[in-house]
Every structure is written in structure tokens, then in C-alpha cells.
């Protein structure tokens, strides 16, 4: 019989970062003494065979839902002692053609849960958020003090959830911890996102798309570390605080782009020029010194093995990608 210390309710749980949150925490590596219920509507980047490998542990459970859904959240968060907030709509594209469902999920469904938690005066919120409510920069790094100045509808979706937290612990006295991090990569990750796409396209013969000039800097983090600063932030992080996550791993999107061919035995030839997304953010940087020093993050994952690493998962996963693509497509 194992002994559960730890309740904990996890938003978003069938995405690519929450899934995998999930599966390390009720991995073999995992701590220990956790039960966890994975709350998701499964809209098209959910994917239940995400969370496969954990689907047999006795502390995991699963329930299809909205997080704008009062009632459920509710009963929910009374049964939990801790919420880690990944739910979100998350792709800018998206979010230019049609901003309506960020503001509702981001907005609405963060605020459903934090209503909750003061409701059921629950012990920890862990908000997840992005480096990108921070905007654009030319040089240096944002730390957590800078101002939010976000440039897409998803960002200031993302800016306005991580207000509505902070003021929630300041206005109620919830213990909310609020994570922001750079560019996410590794396995399971919907193929609309850069890395996934440019993988997947090369390894099916298929064009792949740069934008503009190619000279967007992002910093990447893989997922594994990722995962290990929202947990150190979950059990050592303070309340009201808000903690950068980064990568260390600053490219353009052009050196990205030559990587990646490299990676799948493919040539220029292979690239399409496609004209710049609308505001699109030229530079981020995250200033991680704070998650450093008060708890002892720094990313151990070498950037050009962590993309090795995830091609060749691509590579040997048709049978997860494959159907995705299919599905997307159909949309």
C-alpha cells in the first residue's frame, strides 16, 4: 500500500509539458507519496497517450474537463492539497487568427481555479507561464522584476493569468508560485511547434517554414529541466515569488533551422521563406540568477544532445506523431 503525503491536481496534464510533469513525478525517479489527478478537455494538443506510461500507477487518475467549468474545478480542488497550472491555450499563431479561446482558457479558466483554491483554502498554486509576457529585447536579460509588455494575443493572455495569481495571493493570502520559461523541446510535444514540425516535415520529405529574415533569437530548454525547476519551485519556492526557468541555449531560427536539416540528412533546398508573423517577438532572453541562488536550478541538459536526443525520438515514434499530423490536419 503506498502512503500519500501529497494531493496534488494537475491542469493541462495531457499536454506536452504537463504530461511529461506527470510521468516524472510518478516515474520511477519520482519522489514518492504523490497521487495525481490530470484535469484536461483534450482540445487537439491533449493527447491521452501521453500519459500511457503512468496510466497503471495507483496514484494516478484521470478526468476529462473544462477549467472554466465552476462546479468541477471546484469539486476538484476541495479533494487536492496542491494545483500545478499547465491548462492553456499556447500557440501564437492561434492566437492571431482568433484570440476569443486564449482570453477564455488563459483568462477565465485560471481564474475559475484561483476562485477555487481561496474557496477550498488550498495549500500551494503553481502557475506555469512564458518567458513572453515579457515582450521583445535587443540585448541583456529579463529579470523577474522587469514589466510586462507582451506582444501577441496568447502573451497577453499569459500576462493577464499571471496578474490574476499574484493579485490572489496578495488580495487572499494564497500561496501562489508563478514559473515563467523559454522555449520548451523534447518528446511528445505537438508537431505544430517549431522543432516538432521542422522534425517531422524533414523526416517525411516535406517542406519546412522559416520565417522573415531567420534571425528571431529564443533561448531552448528541454523539457527534463523544465520539469526539475517547477518542482524545485513546487517544494522550496516562496509564496507571491515568480521564478525564470531558462535554457541557455540562445539560436536564431536560422541556425536552428540548419541544425535541424543537419540532424535529418536534409538540404536548404528543403526551407521555405514565408513572410514574418505578425509582431513577431525579435529576442528573448530569461535572467535565471534568482531560481539559482534561492534554489539551486541550473539546466543540465547540453543543448546539441538534447536535440539529438529528440529527433531520434521522432524518428523511432511515427506511431504517436503520425496519426497527430493527421488529426490537425483535418481540422
Partial sequence: MTYVTTR????????????????????????????????????????????DPVRGHS????????????????????????????AAESHVDRSIQSADTFVRTNILGTQTLLDAAVRHRL??????????????????????????????????????????ALACHRTHGLDVRVTRCSNNYGPYQFPEKVIPLF?????????????????????????????RGIELVRTGGRPGEVYNIGGGAELTNRD???????????????VEHVEDRKG????????????????GYAPRKDFMAGLAETVRWYREHRSWW???KRKATAR
Avoid at 280 to 295: F, T, V
Fill in 123 to 164: 495549500r500551494t498554486f503553481v502557475h506555469i507561464s512564458t518567458d513572453e509576457v515579457y515582450g521583445s529585447l535587443d540585448k541583456g536579460s529579463w529579470p523577474e522584476t522587469d514589466p510586462l509588455r507582451p506582444n501577441s494575443p496568447y502573451a497577453a493572455s499569459k500576462a493577464a493569468s499571471d496578474l490574476l
Fill in 256 to 270: 536552428l533551422t540548419r541544425l535541424l536539416l543537419d540532424a535529418c540528412g536534409a538540404d536548404w533546398d528543403r
Fill in 280 to 295: 513577431h517577438d525579435r529576442r528573448y532572453s530569461l535572467d535565471w540568477a534568482k531560481i539559482q541562488s534561492e534554489l
Fill in 199 to 227: 522534425v517531422t516535415n524533414l523526416l517525411d520529405g516535406l517542406p519546412v517554414p522559416l520565417y522573415g529574415d531567420g534571425l528571431n533569437v529564443r533561448d531552448w530548454l528541454h523539457i527534463d529541466d523544465h520539469i
Fill in 322 to 324: 503520425e496519426p497527430v
Fill in 59 to 86: 496514484g494516478f487518475s484521470f478526468v476529462r474537463g473544462d477549467i472554466c467549468d465552476r462546479e468541477l474545478v471546484g469539486k476538484l480542488v476541495s479533494e487536492h492539497d496542491e494545483v500545478v497550472h499547465f
Fill in 8 to 51: 496534488i491536481l494537475v491542469t493541462g496534464g495531457a499536454g506536452f509539458i504537463g504530461s511529461h510533469y506527470v510521468r516524472t513525478l510518478l516515474g520511477p525517479q519520482g519522489p514518492g507519496g504523490l497521487a495525481v489527478t490530470v484535469l484536461d478537455q483534450l482540445t487537439y494538443a491533449g493527447n491521452p497517450a501521453n500519459l
